[in-house]
């Protein structure tokens, strides 16, 4: 369904398959065991991602046919469908999620060599990463579901993550040939150094969760403002995520030349997070003035639908912009402050991730 506690049921259990994922397999790519086969276990992510893909129609007819007679055989209790929906739509994403969330930790403990590169490092990787979930909103909104349907948009998905684990899986094969000089395990395992507690670090933690939460209550809100201002077409709520991620992005691409020059502090992340919530406080205004503006700008587009596509575009910059790019810059900076110790960096990394992640599950609801 599409009612609120449906949005809320999938966007849980798929935040929540990222958070786990992410913090797993990031303390688990740590192990000395491991070191130098991040690129395989990068590869077999993706694999599985994509391998799960071609089961994901089939699961969910079949969750049809559990949930639904569970719903009617309760009398048509509200409480029972939507535990018995959050309890088959965990069964079906949990899986492919947590599979996801752990290949950001993974990739990023490969290609970072050193502690000292390792801000300017997270950063470009999230960008770009980032960047291609744009691409990939706007690609299944536009061509994906209106010229090839939902069934061959997933086949194309897993094909191509199950590419691009074969594409891995190829590179690593020949890591010494392209110059790639990552230490491998061979023999035994080396014993683990010490685990370094967080100390004092362990309140940006707390404070990145709670980030998450608000990230989240700002765009579940904002699209929501929007949409009374640009329509709820699927056009619409897709220019407004693209917007969202775009300037996420970009905020990652410009937290990497400024974490080039200079590490982070506990100054500029507490900077960014001020700005975060002025922008917000200020938002509640900004969003009263836009029904005047869209009204005032609609005859400029010619009444057509590139040219209404457009405004929508421009009017989602105009409001998700500013904060979008706080909201980049963000992750980057915070990575670069928790993972102060190069041997538990996938840890850290992940454990960053997972709680801000977290953070937005509740921040959705």
């Given amino acids: 369904g599409s009612t609120v506690h449906a949005v809320s049921t999938v966007l849980t259990v798929f935040f929540g398959g990222l958070a786990l994922g992410s913090w ?22 993706e694999a599985g991602v994509g391998l799960y893909a071609f089961l994901t129609l089939p699961l969910f007819d079949a969750m049809q046919r559990l949930y639904l007679p569970a719903y009617e055989a309760s009398g048509f209790s509200p409480t029972v469908l939507v535990g018995s929906a959050f309890a088959c739509s965990a069964a079906i994403l949990l899986v492919p999620t947590t599979l996801l969330g752990g290949t950001f930790p993974v990739l990023s403990r490969f290609l970072i060599r050193s502690g000292e590169e390792r801000g300017p490092a997270i950063a470009a990787l999230y960008a770009v ?26 086949v194309c998905a897993g094909v191509l993550n199950i590419w691009v684990g074969l594409l891995c899986l190829v ?22 150094p010490p685990r370094e507690p967080l100390g004092p670090l362990r309140w940006v933690f707390w404070a990145f ?49 400024d974490l080039r020059a200079r590490p982070a502090t506990i100054e500029r992340f507490i900077g960014l997070e001020l700005m975060l919530g002025g922008y917000g406080l200020l938002s509640v205004w900004l969003f009263s003035q836009l029904p005047d503006l869209f009204v005032s700008l609609w005859p400029m587009t010619g009444r057509t639908f590139t040219g209404l596509s457009w405004l929508q575009v421009a009017l989602s910059a105009l409001v998700m912009l500013p904060p979008t790019l ?38 959705s609801f």
């Fill in 24 to 45: 797993f397999f990031g303390r688990l790519i740590d192990r000395p065991r491991w070191e130098g086969t991040g690129l395989r276990w990068y590869a077999a992510l």
């Fill in 326 to 363: 706080i909201l980049g810059v963000l992750f980057p900076v915070v990575s670069d402050l928790v993972t102060t110790r190069f041997s538990q960096l996938g840890e850290r990394l992940g454990a960053a991730y997972a709680v801000n992640t977290a953070g937005g599950i509740l921040g």
């Fill in 171 to 192: 590179f690593d094969r020949h890591l010494s040939t392209l110059g790639w000089t990552a230490p491998r395990a061979a023999g035994p395992a080396p014993a683990a």
């Fill in 129 to 154: 990463n980032t960047a291609g979930a744009m691409a990939g909103t706007v690609l299944v909104y536009y061509v994906g579901l209106p010229i090839l349907g939902l069934f061959r948009t997933l």
């Fill in 209 to 257: 969760a709670l980030s998450g939460f608000s990230a989240m209550v700002y765009e579940v809100a904002w699209t929501r403002a929007l949409s009374l201002v640009l329509g709820s077409s699927v056009y619409a709520f897709c220019l407004m995520l693209a917007t969202f991620l775009g300037g996420i992005a970009l905020g990652s691409a410009l937290a990497r030349r």
